[in-house]
């Protein structure tokens, strides 16, 4: 068959082609995906015939790199996400630890443990905000303590300037995602190591110091890379829980969108240009980490 | 290290761990439980005075439009599942197995979408979706859905069909049977336990979806967190957690099913950021 060079053998062989079975999901997403944010580019790039902008101009990208609220939504963007990165990897190392050992109660608690996994962003931005506002749940039991008598007297957490809220609900999400990948590392690498530096005298957090973090450090990393990239682009929480001004990216990019002013448009499809630029790089940086893609 | 400390102090410490996660994990929800069913529950009682149906009651009469937003959401998902699993599975296959050029380029493709914000994607769609009459309609929302959707589904399958055996499939074809029995008999009970879990995580994907929902459907097809969100954001605390309730439990059902295979399957959790 492989050395046949009539037309029939030919188009057998191009029907078998793998591309075909790819044809369909490829092109599916070369539309939407593709499609989508090279039109977005393009009215980025001030060109919007429906709306009488015709000629292409940086008009867009000045009037926001120029504009002190573009920035300030920037920097709040880069805080929030990288507090909650921080935060979650932090208690992501310590529970991950501390439920390695297999033992009853342990298999319950990784489950339970895995509960924010599929709790949406809406639901999780719901849940902070009965527990933390300043009459919510935490105020209600710490006045039962005794600790406050009204209510002004919690800290304001929900939006407030430093966006405690925020990143207490993107920390509650995002720890066990972080989790479960040290978790899988930490099940894979066994103890042998930890039992062998023991013998040779290391410490408690000698052993964790040198022994088990080293081991760890790839694995985290590239989890911690992703996890940034995703909450950087993400949007109802802070939309929820935040301040109203200057709102994170997307949310000022949501903002400009839905303005009646529809000059705006340009700039909301610029924002949104500025925030895919900074998450693919992320992505960029997470494929050289990890070669496998699955 | 556990062999100096003894027993009642590693009790002890096991159960103040677990105290701390499951704490932890769960005061979050712990009001989304309670308000659904308080009546005026005000600062700084611990416990409502009184309990009542009320939020119920106003949430199953037909002006709450939570059946229509039910169904909905439902029809959306599991369109979005069967269209993701259509062209997915083919995709997942070929991808795992055969040295493609340009194949790094495709994976590119179809990991993009996973962390490029639905929001930008779909504001620049948007203006296309209207001119070919297909904002503001279902089949719209099931489009702009499958942009995560799809991705995630190929992304699980993928780690399924990299770890799947195809000597079988030979076996099978060698002794005369066709593409289709092959494909009935052979692989699809050998992958069916991952595409159950790519068919519900891909679910909850679509399920979870608000802003895209939002810009594409418009107002005109509503889903369960279009209702949730003006409750949210109005603080009106008894619709918001009952609503948060039944936009919860399908992902309680998916938990349930799936728990044991997350832990160790980065594959999965990949995507699963994104809900």
Redesign the interface.
């Known amino acids: 068959m492989k050395g046949s060079h009539s037309p029939r053998a030919a188009l057998l062989r191009a029907l078998r082609s ?2 075909w ?2 044809a ?3 092109l ?3 539309i ?10 393009a ?1 980025s790039l001030n060109y ?1 015939p ?1 709306i009488g902008l015709n000629s292409p101009s940086l008009r867009a990208y000045t009037a926001i790199l120029t504009d002190r609220g573009f920035w300030a939504a920037l920097g709040l963007t880069l805080y929030i996400a990288l507090t909650s990165t921080v935060a979650a990897t932090a208690l992501a190392l310590g ?1 991950a630890v ?2 390695r ?1 297999n ?1 009853r ?2 298999r ?24 933390l ?1 300043q ?3 935490a ?3 710490l ?2 303590t005794g600790a406050l008598e009204r ?1 002004d007297q919690f800290p304001a957490l929900i939006f407030d300037r430093a966006h405690v809220g925020v990143i207490l ?1 993107y920390t ?1 999400k ?1 720890v ?2 972080i989790g ?2 040290i ?2 590392v930490l ?1 894979g690498v066994g103890q042998e190591y ?1 039992e062998i530096a ?1 013998t040779l005298g290391a410490s ?1 957090w000698q ?1 964790f110091r040198y022994v088990l973090l080293p081991l760890l450090v790839p694995g985290i990393v590239a ?1 911690t890379v ?2 940034f ?2 909450l950087f ?4 929480i802070p939309l ?1 829980l935040g301040q109203r001004y200057p709102g994170t990216l ?1 949310v000022a ?2 903002r400009a ?1 839905i303005d009646p002013d529809l000059a705006r448009r340009p700039e ?2 610029a924002m ?2 500025i ?2 630029v900074i ?2 790089a ?2 960029a940086v997470y ?1 050289r980490l990890v070669r496998r ?2 | 290290m556990s062999r100096r400390v003894s027993r009642p102090v590693r009790m002890t410490r096991r159960v103040l761990v677990g105290a701390l996660i499951g704490g932890a994990v769960l005061l979050p929800l712990l009001p989304l439980l309670i308000w659904p069913f308080a009546h005026g529950w005000f600062f700084p009682d611990l416990l409502p005075q009184t309990w009542t149906l009320r939020t119920w009651r106003y949430l199953i009469s037909p002006s709450a439009r939570i059946g229509e937003a039910l169904f909905n959401s439902l029809a959306i998902a599991a369109s979005v599942v069967s269209l993701a699993a259509l062209v997915g599975l083919p995709a997942a296959r070929v991808l795992a197995r055969a040295h493609l050029r340009g194949k790094s380029l495709i994976e590119w493709l179809f990991l993009a979408p996973l962390i490029v914000p639905g929001l930008v994607v779909a504001m620049g769609i948007h203006i296309l979706f209207i001119r070919y009459g297909l904002a503001d309609t279902h089949i719209g929302v099931i489009l702009v859905h499958l942009i995560p959707a799809l991705p995630y589904f190929v992304l699980i399958m993928g780690s399924v069909f990299a770890n799947y055996s195809i000597e079988l499939e030979e076996t099978a074809r060698t002794l005369g049977a066709g593409a289709l029995r092959v494909f009935w008999h052979i692989t699809l009970p050998a992958i069916a336990p991952g595409l159950t879990v790519a068919a519900l995580f891909t679910f909850l994907v679509s399920w979870s979806q608000y802003i895209t929902t939002v810009l594409i459907g418009g107002g005109k097809v509503i889903t369960l967190p279009m209702l949730l969100f003006p409750f949210i954001s109005a603080a009106n605390h008894p619709q918001a957690a009952a609503v948060s309730l039944i936009f919860l439990a399908p992902a309680f059902v998916v938990l349930a099913f799936t728990a044991r295979v997350l832990a160790g399957r980065p594959a999965v959790l990949g995507g699963l950021g994104r809900i």
């Open positions: 793998p591309y079975w790819l369909p999901a490829v599916l997403l070369l939407l995906f593709v499609g989508g944010l090279g039109v977005g580019f009215q919007f429906l529970t501390a439920l050992a033992h109660l342990n319950w608690l990784t489950f339970i443990y895995q509960i924010p996994l599929p709790v949406p962003h809406l639901v999780a931005a719901a849940g902070i905000a009965m527990l506002t009459s919510g749940l105020a209600r039991v006045y039962a209510p609900a509650w995002e066990p995602f479960l990948v978790l899988a099940k930890e023991q408690a052993r989890t992703i996890v990239a995703f682009g993400s949007f109802e929820l997307p990019a949501w969108y909301a499809m949104g240009m925030v895919t998450v693919v992320l992505l494929r893609a699955w």
